[in-house]
């Protein structure tokens, strides 16, 4: 933060909120970590109109000076690490080890990866291809060249559960493909993401290549879809505003990617080694109290294992140490807010009226502050549960039972979501034909890591679109082709 406090960034010109600032509160102290610009529409407004005036001359930059850019900015948040991780960690709720591993450092590797990704050729060449005479033009060899070209003005809209790292997994490929950008983080934790605009600033972004607007609530997210100077939309979030974003771009074509709500299948068969599976389903608990879009939620236990998975389960929960973020070997943190723990409780209170059995958790640890949820599992689940259908984004886990394979690709399959599903067997061939079956996105077979090359996203309600790797970087393209005779 700088002497004037958390700033909005609009046409290269560090401002205040027009309507204001709010407080931005630490989900385990619940005291007030810094306060946040409140934007106006007008504000909104204003950035997105600065990102369509200097899309022309950023996007005719080399890519040497953009991969320069974005290096020069990877050194910078670098170089503020020692600030940036006390405030994510506060804003964010998430265990110091989580933000020293995950938050901040991750950020700066997708900044470099990006700085790499802005060399990539942005020429496709097609071989000749013999054309007939048409009543149009002559027939003969046409020769084709595909060219990437930048999409425009993309606003990058973010949930609240990594700020800053899904912030620069969108600004990153967005600016090497050589768009502008209007960022607009979530309402709960945006204050590292307005020290990253300041930051982007410093590096030497043109004035409106890069701009950042924050906001209590879903009024500025809004006015920035609906702009006129938007071409894109870049979303991350739940399936509910993805939905909405959707039918407002759909209006005046803004391309879109998607990245949205998930209910991971966790498979477990009966071959299956259960150290493993049971360690990578516990990340669900141990991984940022289970506010993550990929984790292994909803296990699927084969009637040999199923015993042993819920106790295994039961007895890991049961070790997990849930409290102060700061303290070194807590596991569980807090949920970031209370009305996202209102929310985890009431779902919770549905899967045990709709017949699931509560094995651990279910209730708040006697802590003073904090808006805390035990890390809690629910067994002996039935599949159409509505604690099996929707998302917690909590530390919930919950467990259904099968007999054979077909029953659960079934299931797996039985949501509207699919962007991460897991096998857990000791059988490839079997991983590889249940993998096939199932309608998601990503595929986990015996464990939770991750290929940050590899397309990244959702079959069905989970999204459109890709992110990850070069496949995140074409994302934020348009295809152009061009051709001659010849
Ligand atoms: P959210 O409520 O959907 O909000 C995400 C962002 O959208 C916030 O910045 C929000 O700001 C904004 N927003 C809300 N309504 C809007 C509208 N009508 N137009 C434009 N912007 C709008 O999500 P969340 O609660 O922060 O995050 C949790 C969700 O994100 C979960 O569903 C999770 O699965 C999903 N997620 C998905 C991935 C993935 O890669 N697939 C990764 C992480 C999280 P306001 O609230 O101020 O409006
Ligand atoms: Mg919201």
């Not at 490929?173 to 307005?194: E, H, I, R």
């Not at 017949?355 to 159409?384: I, M, N, W």
């Not at 077909?406 to 897991?422: I, R």
């Not at 996105?441 to 679109?465: C, D, L, W, Y």
Request: proline share 7%; with cysteine; aromatic share 6%.
């Amino acid at each position: 933060m700088s002497a004037q406090g958390y700033q909005l960034l609009i046409g290269g010109e560090r401002v205040d909120g027009e309507a204001g600032a709010y407080d931005i509160v630490n989900p385990a102290t619940e005291t007030v970590v810094g306060r946040a610009p409140e934007a106006s529409v007008a504000q909104v407004e204003a950035a997105a109109s600065a990102a369509a005036d200097a899309f022309p001359a950023w996007s005719r930059t080399k890519p040497e000076e953009r991969a320069e850019l974005l290096n020069r900015a990877a050194d910078l948040l670098r170089d503020r690490m020692d600030e940036l991780i006390p405030l994510v960690q506060a804003e964010t709720g998430a265990t110091l080890r989580t933000t020293k591993t995950m938050q901040v450092p991750t950020c700066i590797e997708r900044f470099r990866r990006y700085a790499k990704g802005a060399l990539e050729p942005a020429h496709i060449p097609l071989p000749p291809s013999e054309m007939p005479a048409t009543a149009l033009a002559a027939g003969g060899l046409m020769g084709a060249v595909v060219v990437r070209q930048p999409v425009g003005v993309v606003a990058c809209i973010t949930p609240y559960n990594f700020p800053i790292v899904n912030m620069a997994g969108k600004i990153g490929p967005a600016l090497a493909m050589g768009n502008t950008v209007v960022v607009k983080p979530a309402p709960q934790d945006p204050l590292a993401v307005t020290v990253f605009g300041e930051v982007l600033h410093e590096a030497g972004f043109p004035a409106g290549v890069v701009n950042v607007v924050t906001g209590s609530g879903p009024e500025s997210g809004q006015a920035l879809v609906a702009s006129k100077h938007v071409d894109m939309v870049s979303f991350t979030g739940s399936t509910p505003v993805g939905q909405a974003i959707g039918a407002v771009a759909g209006h005046d074509m803004k391309r879109l990617l998607l990245e949205l709500g998930g209910k991971g299948a966790g498979i477990v068969f009966d071959d299956a080694d259960l150290k493993t599976a049971i360690a990578t389903i516990s990340s669900v608990w141990a991984f940022h109290s289970g506010q993550i879009c990929t984790a292994p939620t909803r296990v699927i236990a084969q009637r040999g294992v199923y015993d042993q998975v819920v106790a295994g389960l039961a007895q890991a929960a049961g070790h997990l140490k849930v409290g102060d973020p700061l303290e070194p070997d807590t596991v569980v943190g807090p949920l970031i807010s209370e009305v996202q723990r209102g929310r985890v409780e009431a779902l919770v209170q549905a899967g045990l009226e709709q017949g699931g059995e509560l094995v651990a958790g279910g209730s708040r640890p006697d802590l003073a502050t904090g808006f805390y949820v035990q890390p809690t599992l629910l067994a002996g689940c039935k599949p159409d549960n509505a604690a099996v259908l929707q998302e917690f984004f909590g530390p919930v886990v919950v467990v259904v039972p099968f007999d054979d394979e077909d029953e659960a690709v079934a299931v797996a399959n039985g949501t509207e979501f699919g962007l991460y599903d897991y096998v857990f067997t000791a059988d490839t061939a079997r991983a590889m034909r249940v993998a096939r079956q199932l309608r998601t996105g990503n595929v986990g077979i015996n464990t939770a890591q991750r290929n940050h090359e590899a397309p990244f996203g959702g079959f069905k309600m989970s999204g459109v679109g890709r992110d990850g790797g070069s496949f995140g970087l074409h994302a934020y393209s348009e295809l152009q082709s061009v051709v001659w005779p010849g």
